[in-house]
T-cell receptor
Framework: GAVVSQHPSWVICKSGTSVKIECRSLDFQATTMFWYRQFPKQSLMLMATSNEGSKATYEQGVEKDKFLINHASLTLSTLTVTSAHPEDSSFYIC????????FGPGTRLTVT | DAKTTQPPSMDCAEGRAANLPCNHSTISGNEYVYWYRQIHSQGPQYIIHGLKNNETNEMASLIITEDRKSSTLILPHATLRDTAVYYCIVKANDYKLSFGAGTTVTVRA
């Protein structure tokens, strides 16, 4: 139980385009989901907290207009990286709050 | 949230117990000790958490000192698949997880 999936697992896009990443809780409902970013050889950094039916809360320094988060249902949150640039290349990981906080497998984004 | 201090790395032998220390001297009374691990290029995996009593599950045991200023995660029989970065995190309920640098554990055959 407590499985969280992400799609896609990896994506390559051109600079200036937008990319959407989906996060799903497969066997439980999650009122709250979280989005993290991890650069090589660094730890996870929380980007935003996503609450079903309301606006996401972004951490300091994270541009809300660049990283659009939608939490439309109790099992799905999406992160859209708009106008992606090479510096947005990273490992994006979501988590969903169930009995504990459970993490997805991550999405590797490469912007060329 | 209280800060934690972990050794940057440690090696352990396959089949032996791995004892991972964590210091959290500024922990508050309502903060739990959580352990997660991250295998290379995967999302973190929940291991165990506790408040003040020792805890055990199918993955590991968590030993918390009586003053709650430190704890030890014990992997009873380490396997090569336990090679990962292990994160010790203290947080109160309904608070966000904040990841530090963790301990890189390498299990050697």
């Amino acid at each position: 139980g407590a499985v969280v999936s992400q799609h896609p697992s990896w994506v390559i896009c051109k600079s200036g385009t937008s990319v959407k990443i989906e996060c799903r809780s497969l066997d439980f409902q999650a009122t709250t989901m979280f989005w993290y970013r991890q650069f090589p050889k660094q730890s996870l950094m929380l980007m935003a907290t996503s609450n079903e039916g309301s606006k996401a809360t972004y951490e300091q320094g994270v541009e809300k207009d660049k990283f659009l988060i939608n939490h439309a249902s109790l099992t799905l949150s999406t992160l859209t990286v708009t106008s992606a640039h090479p510096e947005d290349s990273s490992f994006y990981i979501c988590s969903a709050q169930g009995a504990e906080q459970y993490f997805g497998p991550g999405t590797r984004l490469t912007v060329t | 949230d209280a800060k934690t201090t972990q050794p940057p790395s440690m090696d352990c032998a396959e089949g032996r117990a791995a004892n991972l220390p964590c210091n959290h001297s500024t922990i508050s009374g309502n903060e739990y000790v959580y352990w997660y691990r991250q295998i290379h290029s995967q999302g973190p995996q929940y291991i165990i958490h506790g408040l003040k009593n020792n805890e055990t599950n199918e993955m590991a045991s968590l030993i918390i000192t009586e003053d709650r200023k430190s704890s030890t995660l014990i992997l009873p029989h380490a396997t090569l698949r336990d090679t990962a970065v292990y994160y010790c995190i203290v947080k109160a309920n309904d608070y966000k997880l904040s990841f530090g640098a963790g301990t890189t554990v390498t299990v050697r055959a």
